[in-house]
């Protein structure tokens, strides 16, 4: 009885695995997931540079900062548009206790970078973004 049961749990096991490259996630302007749905014609290359950039969300239609994905797992891409040398100058990632996790600067000459998620525990993240003419935008990143 427990050889069947152990059987069925790790065939369970690879069943989930398999599938979990398959699902699709999609998310709303405030980066809630609103759809999931099973795509079994869907690439498996997740990571190429150009899903990527399909798959960035932004804040608003009108935004200029784009992001995926969320929740993450083990990084975070961000993208964001250079308007009027506007700038990103610094970006600083906070747990949610407030508490500075990192801090990224010298992006000046650069309209992207990533954000690794790996090390850090399953947790709600604040990243903020700041200009160098002194605005910010915030976005909430779930760990899972």
Do not use: H
């Not at 699902?23 to 869907?42: H, K, L, M, W």
């Not at 498996?44 to 994905?69: A, G, H, R, T």
């Not at 970078?113 to 990243?127: A, G, R, V, W």
Request: net charge negative; hydrophobic share 40%; aromatic share 12%.
């Amino acid at each position: 009885m427990k050889l069947i049961s152990l059987s069925s749990f790790i065939l369970l096991i690879s069943l989930n695995s398999f599938a979990q490259d398959k699902i699709i996630f999609e998310y709303d302007s405030a980066g809630n997931q609103i759809v999931r749905r099973y795509c079994p014609t869907c690439s498996e290359s997740k990571n190429s540079q150009n899903n990527i950039e399909d798959e960035l969300l932004k804040f608003f239609p009108e935004d200029i900062i784009s992001y995926y994905p969320n929740p993450v797992r083990d990084e975070l891409f961000l993208k964001w548009d250079l308007i009027n040398n506007n700038y990103v100058n610094e970006i600083q990632m906070f747990d949610i206790n407030a508490k500075l996790i990192s801090t990224i600067s010298d992006l000046k000459n650069t309209d992207r970078t990533t954000i690794q998620f790996s090390s850090l525990p399953k947790n709600l993240y604040l990243i903020i973004l700041v200009f160098n003419n002194g605005e910010s935008k915030s976005i909430k990143i779930t760990k899972e």
